[in-house]
């Protein structure tokens, strides 16, 4: 397994960027799959985003497509979740997972890794 490490969450006003990131230990990243899912207040947790080990391949939610933007650096092992005119609805706790494979899947059963979480929460 990897160890993640969750950044950049906090509280922002609608219509303004914020830049998550999450650093790896243990297992190489550049192994594996990333993605992010999110978790708002009294719902299920939902897939945001992930990236190939390669970063060939891109696979993004419906709902954060054309403002959010998913990439990695495989040298400091870290990915990136840049989000762009963040509305209230993308409040929630942003986790990163990994998962060995280039499969660029929405599966959260599918990543065998997780980081803690940061919150990102957008007041209108």
């Known amino acids: 397994q990897v160890q993640l490490v969750e950044s950049g969450g906090g509280l922002v006003q609608a219509g303004d960027s914020l830049r998550l990131s999450c650093t790896a230990s243990?297992?190489?990243?550049?192994?594996?799959?990333m993605a992010w899912f999110r978790q708002a207040p009294g719902n299920e947790r939902e897939f945001v985003a992930a990236?190939?080990?390669?970063?060939?391949?891109?696979n993004y939610a419906d709902s954060v497509k054309g403002r959010f933007t998913i990439s990695r650096d495989n040298a400091k092992n870290t990915v990136y979740l840049q989000m762009s005119t963040l509305k209230p609805e993308d409040t929630a706790i942003y986790y990163c997972?990994?998962?060995?494979?280039?499969?660029?899947?929405?599966?959260?059963?599918?990543?065998?890794?997780w980081g803690q979480g940061t919150q990102v929460t957008v007041s209108s």
């Open positions: 997972a990994a998962r060995v494979g280039a499969a660029v899947t929405d599966n959260q059963v599918r990543y065998d890794s």
């Open positions: 243990g297992r190489t990243l550049s192994r594996g799959t």
């Open positions: 990236i190939s080990p390669s970063g060939g391949s891109l």
